[in-house]
C-alpha cells in the first residue's frame, strides 16, 4: 500500500535530527485517509468534466489531455474563464450542453506536497535534481509539508522526494517564551536588517542551535555583532598583510611559527568543513570563532606582525607568513561564504590574484582546503609558558615598570625553546631577546614543568624603525633594519 511505501522510504531517509523520524513515522502509521478535494470559491480546480445526468466523472485520457493542455497554456483560471465547449476534447463524443464542471478545489497540503514535481522534475527552473538533497522547514512540518510531499512523491513514483529532511525549532525571546505583540517580545526581521543588516541576521542563525527553538533578542544580536566584528577584522588583517603577495612560497620554506599556525588551521579548517557538510552549523562556528579568537588572532597575527612591518618585502620569513595567512584565509573564506555572502564577494574584490583565480565574483569561488604541513613545534608547551608570562607582564604594566614587552628578554634553559630560530623565539614572546643567559636586570620569574623562566630588562637599546631593543643607540638602526633599508 501506499503508507507502506511511505514508512520504508522513512528508514531511507536521513532525519536532521534523528528524532524527526520517529515523529514523521509514528503521524504516517496513524494518519486517516486523506481527502485531497475541499469546497472553496477559490484554489486550484480538480479539473474533471461531470455527465449531468448520471453524475459519473469523465476519466478518459483524452479529454483530461485536453484540460491539461489548455491550463498549461493559459494558467488553472482557465477552468474558470473558459466554458465547457472550449475546455472539451472535440473527438470526445460527449455535448457540452450534458455536461458540468467539478467545483471541488485541491486541497492547499496537495499544491505544496507537488511542489517537487514543479520545481524539480518539471525542468522549468534550475533547482537541481529530483531527489531533493534536502528538505528544511520548522518541526510542524512533520505533519504538514514533509508527509505531504513524501505521499505525492511515494504515490507517483514510489521513492521519497528528498534524501535528508532536516528540522528546525521556533524563534523564541531571549526567555524561551513565544513571541506575541501583546508581550511586546516580537523581533521582526526587517527591523534586524534596518539596524544590524542581513549579515548578522544571516550570522546569528549560523550561530543557533536549530535542533531546538532558537532565542533572539537585542541583547543577542548585539553579541552576535561583536563575533561578526571580530570575524570581518580578522579577514581586514589578513587582507592587509597579503595585500603585495604574487605567488604561495614553497611550503617547505615555512618556519616553525608558520608551519604551526598551518597545521592547527588544517585541522580546524577540516573539521569545520565536516560539520557543516552535516549542517552542524553551530558546532563549526564555534570551532572556527575559537580558533580565531585564540590561536589565529589572539597569537599568530600578534607574533607575525614584526616580520610583516620590519623584515625585506621579499625576505623568506616574511613571504612564508604571507603564504601561511593567504591559505588560512582562501579556506575560511570558502567555508564563510555561503553564511557572510556579502562580505565574502568584498572580501573577494580585494584578493590577490594568485587567490583569486579568475572567477568574477564570490560565487565562482569554492572551498579549498589548507595543505598538509608538518609542525614539531611543542605549542601545548609553548603556550601555557606564553601565558604564565603574559600574566606577569600584566602585573608589570599595571606597576608602571615597562610599557612594552620589547623592553625585555626571557631567559630559560627550556630546550624546547631554545631550539627554535631566534627571530621565532622573539616573536613568540614579542621580546627583544630569548636565550639561556640574559644579562638584563630581573623583573619576574615563573616556573613550568620544573623549568625556570627568569624576565629581565634587555640591556641594548631601541631601535627607532622595529622597536626593538637591538640598536647601540636610540638613534641608530639595527642589524636588521640597516640591512632592509640600506640593501
Known sequence: TLREIALDEIKKTDFIPEWGRNRINAMVENRPDWCISRQRDWGVPIAFFRVKATGEIITEEKVLNFIAMIIEQQGSDAWYELDIAQMLYPGSGYKPEELEKVTDILDVWFDSGSTWNAVLKSRNYDAGNYQADLYLEGSDQHRGWFQSSLFLSTAVNSLAPYKKVLTHGFTVDSKGEKMSKSKGNVVAPDAVLKQ????????????????????ISDGILKQTADQYRKIRNTFRFLLASISDMEEFAPLESLGALD???????????????????????????????????????????????????????????????QTSMAYILRSMLGLLAPILTYTADEIYESLPAAIKGEGEDIFDFTYQAVPEVASTLRSDKLTVVREKFYEIIDGLKKEKLIKSTLELELETKEMDILSLDAKDREDWFVVSGVASECGGESVGSFEHEGVTYTIKKATLEKCPRCWKLHSKDDETLCERCDEVLNA
Open 196 to 215: 544590524y543588516g542581513s549579515e548578522i541576521l544571516r550570522l546569528w542563525v549560523a550561530l543557533s542551535d536549530y535542533q531546538g527553538d532558537l532565542k
Open 259 to 321: 608551519a604551526w599556525i598551518l597545521a592547527k588551521a588544517k585541522t580546524v579548517m577540516d573539521d569545520v568543513h565536516t560539520q557543516f557538510s552535516a549542517y552542524e552549523f553551530v558546532r563549526g562556528m564555534s570551532i572556527l570563532n575559537n580558533f580565531i579568537v585564540n590561536e589565529l588572532s589572539g597569537i599568530y597575527l600578534d607574533i607575525t606582525k614584526d616580520r610583516l612591518y620590519c623584515d625585506d618585502k621579499n625576505a623568506k620569513t616574511r613571504r612564508a607568513t
